[in-house]
């Protein structure tokens, strides 16, 4: 059964802090992996990451995959209140084939 | 906009009553899906479809009906059958097929309560 794995389920920082978020992952046919931000209700895009190694980054986001050792990171440097969100990872395993999720990380970032 | 469309936002449902979620997107995606969120436990797929008149049951379809009869609308009825309804639920699309095409674009979602 393919299944993703995010640590931690719910983490707590202060602004300015620099928090890791794990994604681990064990699907048949590995194709692509994805970064979700939910704030309230529609989960929005922020990665896709295909091959090991490759750092995707879009202002203090980034995100690196590791083939080889089935995970994904995502990194939010000097963090913001408005990075308080759910961050769902998301594996395609097989093309032609759904998405599957991880439970999410709850991401709380108090002034 | 072009966009996905989710109504209502809010929905509430008498015991023995099927209900009706809408989802509406102008993206000219093939594919829709329905997802179910409950609290700490990420998004379960319902239903999807990859081309008009054609769906497949995702992990928890029991209780649950869909219907594609147009490219842009995928409804999602909420039988009596399903116990436990209440639930966020979220619509998605995207383009079926190919690595770079399978990003799903979500909508706003349904919130259903059970009175």
């Known amino acids: 059964e393919d299944k993703v794995v995010q640590s931690p389920l719910s983490l707590v920082v202060h602004e300015g802090d620099t928090v890791t978020l794990n994604c681990s992952y064990e699907?048949?046919?590995?194709?692509?992996l994805l970064w979700y931000k939910q704030e309230k209700k529609a989960p929005t895009f922020l990665f896709m990451l295909?091959?090991?190694?490759i750092e995707k980054k879009s202002g203090r986001l980034s995100s690196i995959l590791d083939k080889k050792e089935l995970f994904s990171i995502l990194n939010i440097t000097a963090t913001q209140t408005g990075d308080s969100a759910v961050y769902l990872c998301?594996?395609?395993?097989?093309?032609?084939?759904?998405?599957?999720f991880g439970k999410g990380t709850r991401l709380s970032v108090i002034a | 906009d072009g966009g996905i469309t989710q109504s209502p936002k809010y929905l509430f449902r008498k015991e023995g009553q099927n209900v009706t979620l809408s989802c509406e997107q102008n993206?000219?995606?093939?594919?829709m899906y329905w997802y179910r969120q409950d609290p700490g436990q990420g998004l379960r797929l319902i239903y999807y479809?990859?081309?008009?008149?054609?769906?497949q049951k995702g992990d928890i379809a029991e209780g649950y009906s869909v219907s594609r009869e147009k490219k842009e609308s995928f409804p999602l009825t909420v039988t009596s059958a399903q116990k436990s309804p209440t639930a966020f639920y979220l619509c998605?699309?995207?383009?079926?097929?190919?690595?770079?095409?399978?990003?799903?674009?979500f909508g706003a979602g349904t919130r259903l309560s059970v009175l």
């Open positions: 993206l000219n995606h093939d594919a």
């Open positions: 295909t091959s090991s190694g």
């Open positions: 479809s990859q081309i008009v008149n054609d769906f």
């Open positions: 699907v048949t046919n590995f194709r692509s």
């Open positions: 998301a594996v395609l395993p097989a093309p032609n084939t759904p998405l599957v």
């Open positions: 998605a699309s995207s383009i079926w097929g190919g690595i770079a095409k399978n990003i799903q674009y």
